[in-house]
């Protein structure tokens, strides 16, 4: 089994993450740090992750969480900020989040021990529909909609088209749904800042098929079994 593989099915992170932990000389077979991305593991071969001992994970576990602000979408922050598997402290299995929430931006997040599921949900070629509701400071006009959703210069990179929906205004803001296929870094936030509108609120409400629902902030549940059905079926 290639070792990025192996790490994902330990539930250490996705497979392209534990590529770069590889790479950063995290990772020991043997007792030895291994950089190779090709290298086999063998039934025999005893694997490190930070000098902890790792192997695979037998029940694969699924849950939802509504991310509140404060937390970052990582198992560990080396600026002792609030992490996200934090609130996961009652499930006994080791999960990590599936793609990222910003920071300050709440909302839904999907984390699990199953690395091929995260290989689904992020990979570009399966192009995985997220909704976002945004509050905007001023008035969004049917030109910034436009431009936004036919694809925008967000500092060297054109987005995708996108859809983007006024849910209300008021003198001071402008709610609006955004539902974009990709997840380049502060997406949402950058389009809007790329017709001069700034994000003061931000909130993941679905991903695909799967909906943030009636979560509270911080708290989780675990898939369901035709939710869980619903994410493998997404590979392409």
Known sequence: MRINKYLADCGVASRRKCDELISQGKVKVNGKVTRELGVDI???DVVLFENRVVRPT???VYYKLHKPKGYVTTASDEKGRKTVVELMRKVQ???YPIGRLDYDTEGLLIL???GDITNILTHP????KKTYIATVEGDVTPEDVKKISKGIDIGGYTTQPCSITIKEKDDK???VEVIISEGKNHQVKKMFEA???TVAFLKRTSIGEIKLGGLARGEYKA???KEIAYLKSLQK
């Open 42 to 44: 063998k039934p025999t």
């Open 58 to 60: 037998v029940r694969r």
């Open 93 to 95: 299995e080791r999960v």
């Open 112 to 114: 699990t021990n199953d």
């Open 125 to 128: 070629k399966n192009a995985v």
């Open 173 to 175: 803001f402008t709610r």
């Open 195 to 197: 017709v001069g509108k």
């Open 223 to 225: 898939l369901t079994t």
